[in-house]
């Protein structure tokens, strides 16, 4: 037999000492030694990473936990006056940092710069930030260095094994950043989406080592002669789970995902079954499979949890006699407005993600999809009058609402659902969530100032992030920090306005009433070649039927494209302390904010180090590649 087992004494003992080279009883042990050890050590790597990461997010809880708590004591304590309201100026009137922390703030914006704003574009589409090409790197010499150190001579016979051993231990990360509910996500507080490179770039990589470790063994069986293992089971099901495995890595590739995704994720969910059980009862073999049966667990406790999520949430709309039914409306051919009644206990921060169930509508009644929440929570800030609902006129209330594109599969169905009822649908929906971080620019007392871009249904994020803004601004009465926020939303028509029309009536004139805040919101209307609007929002029509409805007091309504540097530099040039720039909508678009907020903070004009402020950027897209 090639494989021999290892016995589980091997994994408390110390280092054996090698007292020869080839295959000498010693070395026998030493390889043993290693194929057992380096897994464990490599999620010692892992472990130490994680921990970092979640000081890292500890520290800034308790800087942002003192900041707030700062804040808001001093906001009660000397009560800002304010004789009138400062519209023109525009409000963000709080002093530069002080010069000695100028410095290492322009240096924390020049790391997020370089880090996190920098992109590398490889082609075909493809594009990573700095962040993800140096993880992506760290990873595979992680990986391959403990695969390779301490081999006599690099002989295969050292590595064999010890390459199976190393992927058979990466699949419960693989597993947890592929889920939703990970503790990673919760301890280092990076959202499970942001996490799903990860999930793809570790299970890339570590096929890659289950190709060396399987190309290994059979090239050592076939010098050998010896073709036992061939009729072996646990043989069998490794070589089967590894063929599984390669195919869904090439199914997985962006193309299939975009265009195949229902049919991704069942074919994902099946090779994923075989290659686990698979893989257990491969490495059941050698005694590894403390690496394999976590994987279960970890995906078992997220069905778990958004399975209770959906039945507490469910419960709970029928036990307040609220309905579940959700009211679907077409706003074009193209774009839907979902209203689901809002299941009590059932809150969000604005910019959250929720999954939608409709069982009667999708092709499986376990079928969820996720949607940004496009209302700002009321029960948030509860002293206010609810908001309008867009386009209906009527009272949003407690709804959550969803700005859904029309694509090609379970939206499709639900478009149809509208069409055959004649404009608007009722349907059962079921919600979990929420997911993601939202974006609080009040509360938080971090911002001076905020520039939210939306392109086309990227309005879902920038809506309930400016509305909430201005209601709990108002909330404040003039105390909040925040003194500033320009909205700017590029469409395709005109008439795309009236969607929103309403929302933005109501809380326009909300903001005229907040003491110190400035709001400015500025519709560009850009030609229908532009791809700064989503394609699935272009109606086709260019009529302008409801002229009165989109005239709104406040809002400027412009052609062309926004020249997002301008917007920035004017912002910047107000002062302040902190500024937020939030963007959703199509790539292009986000590469553009992304260009516009790499201001150099070390010099020039605008820079953090000449007093301009530093500048917080949250990038939001509706896809996970
Ligand atoms: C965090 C997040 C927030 C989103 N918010 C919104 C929003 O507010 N409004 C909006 O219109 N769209 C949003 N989307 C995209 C939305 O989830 C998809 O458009 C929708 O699921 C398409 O369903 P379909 O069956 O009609 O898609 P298909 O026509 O089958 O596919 C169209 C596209 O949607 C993607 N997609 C399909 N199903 C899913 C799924 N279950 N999970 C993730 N992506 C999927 C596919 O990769 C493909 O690129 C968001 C996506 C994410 C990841």
Request: proline share 5%.
């Amino acid at each position: 037999m090639a494989h021999s087992g290892v016995s589980p004494s091997l994994s408390s003992m110390a280092a054996p000492q090698a007292t020869g080279h080839g295959g000498g009883n010693s070395s026998n042990v030493l390889r043993k030694y290693y194929q057992t050890e380096y897994p464990k050590e490599i999620w010692w790597f892992f472990g130490a990473l994680i921990a970092l990461l979640t000081a890292a997010r500890l520290v800034s809880t308790v800087i942002a936990f003192v900041r707030r708590w700062r804040f808001h004591s001093r906001s009660l304590s000397h009560s800002v006056s304010v004789s009138e309201k400062d519209t023109e100026s525009g409000g963000a009137r709080t002093a530069p940092f002080p010069i000695a922390l100028r410095v290492p703030l322009a240096l924390v914006n020049a790391w997020k710069i370089v880090w996190f704003r920098s992109t590398i574009h490889f082609g075909f589409g493809y594009s990573l930030n700095v962040a993800e090409v140096v993880l992506t790197c760290a990873y595979i010499v992680a990986l391959f260095t403990w695969s390779f150190v301490h081999t006599q001579n690099l002989t295969m016979n050292w590595w064999a094994n010890r390459t199976g051993a190393l992927a058979a231990a990466q699949f419960p990360l693989v597993t947890a950043l592929g889920t939703k509910n990970n503790v990673i996500s919760w301890l280092t507080g990076i959202g499970h989406e942001k996490l799903n490179y990860l999930h793809r770039m570790t299970a890339r990589v570590s096929l890659v080592l289950l190709w060396v470790h399987g190309g290994a063994r059979l090239s050592i069986m076939s010098r050998s002669g010896n073709h036992e293992d061939w009729s072996e089971p646990w043989f069998r099901a490794g070589f089967v789970a590894t063929v599984f495995l390669s195919a869904l890595v090439l199914v997985s590739v962006r193309p299939v995902r975009e265009r195949r995704y229902e049919f991704f994720v069942w074919f994902h969910f099946a090779v994923v079954l075989i290659f686990t059980v698979g893989g257990y009862f491969h490495v059941k073999r050698f005694a590894y499979t403390p690496y394999l049966w976590p994987c279960f667990l970890i995906w078992g406790l997220d069905r778990f949890l958004r399975l209770a999520r959906l039945a507490f949430f469910s419960f709970s709309s029928f036990l307040s006699s609220y309905t579940s039914e959700a009211e679907v409306r077409k706003l074009s051919p193209h774009l839907l407005r979902v209203r689901v009644p809002r299941p009590r206990g059932f809150h969000w921060a604005p910019g959250q993600t929720a999954y939608l169930v409709f069982p009667g509508v999708s092709t499986l009644p376990c079928e969820a999809h996720p949607f940004t929440i496009g209302s700002a929570d009321p029960s948030a800030t509860t002293d206010l009058p609810s908001l309008p609902s867009p386009s209906s006129g009527g009272e949003e209330g407690d709804d959550l609402v969803f700005f859904i594109g029309v694509q090609t599969g379970f939206t499709k169905k639900l478009a149809a659902r509208v069409d055959n009822a004649n404009g608007v649908a009722r349907v059962r929906a079921l919600v979990d969530g929420p997911y993601g971080h939202g974006a609080d620019l009040v509360r938080s007392g971090g911002y001076d100032n905020a520039v939210l871009v939306a392109g086309g249904t990227g309005l879902a994020w920038g809506v309930p992030v400016f509305v909430d803004a201005v209601r709990r601004a108002k909330e404040m009465e003039g105390k909040a920090r925040l003194r500033r926020i320009v909205f700017v939303w590029a469409i395709r028509e005109r008439s795309h306005i009236t969607w929103i029309a309403p929302t933005l009536q109501s809380t326009l004139s909300l903001a005229r009433t907040v003491p110190n805040l400035s709001v400015s919101v500025r519709v560009y209307v850009t030609a229908p070649s532009e791809s700064w609007d989503d394609d699935s929002v272009h109606s086709g029509r260019s009529g302008h039927e409801n002229e009165k409805e989109m005239d709104i007091e406040g809002v400027e309504i412009l052609s062309g494209r926004p020249d997002l540097g301008e917007t920035m530099r004017e912002e910047m040039a107000r002062g302040g302390r902190e500024m937020f720039v939030g963007v959703c909508g199509s790539a292009s678009l986000a590469g553009a904010v992304k260009e516009a907020a790499r201001v150099n903070p070390l010099w020039g004009q605008g820079s953090v180090v000449r007093g301009a402020p530093s500048v917080e950027l949250v990038v939001e897209s509706f896809g996970y590649a």
